[in-house]
């Protein structure tokens, strides 16, 4: 079972990083502001929040009979505060921190979820 949560922290991370990355160079040509030290702390940021997430996820469901929805809102609130803060403190050119750290979660989480039940084959 430890294998199953490193590749899933792995296929996560990685995952997390393309689509952020994606979605904050998305962002950036709208606007037209460009810096390689925000795109760097997009990719610090997640490397930071979704191992995390994705951990504390797992032993949840492992070692808990709780809800998905109980288990996961809490963290990715957590996250999207967390991220928000250090884009505040840290970015150069993040003028509404929170509003672009809860969309790019929602972005990333989105993607992941429709993801999942593509594979898995569920019916919305």
């Known amino acids: 079972m430890s294998n199953d949560i490193i ?9 997390t990083l393309i689509l952020e ?22 990719v610090m940021v997640n490397i930071l929040t979704n191992p995390a997430v994705v951990l504390l996820y ?8 709780i809800n998905y929805a109980i288990i996961i809102a809490p963290l990715e ?7 928000g803060y250090i884009y505040k403190k840290r ?9 672009f750290s809860i969309a790019a979660n929602a972005f990333s989480f989105g ?3 429709l993801t999942q039940i593509i594979i898995q084959g569920v019916s919305l």
Do not use: C
Request: no cysteine; charged share 20%; hydrophobic share 55%.
């Open 7 to 15: 590749i899933s922290l792995i296929v996560s991370l990685a995952l």
């Open 21 to 42: 990355v994606g979605f904050f160079l998305i962002v950036r040509s709208i606007k037209g502001k460009h810096d390689k030290k925000d795109l760097a702390l997009v």
């Open 58 to 65: 797992w032993l949840a469901i492992l070692y808990t009979d």
């Open 77 to 83: 609130i957590s996250a999207v505060f967390i991220e």
């Open 91 to 99: 970015g150069r050119y993040f003028k509404h921190p929170y509003i």
């Open 111 to 113: 993607i992941g979820v």
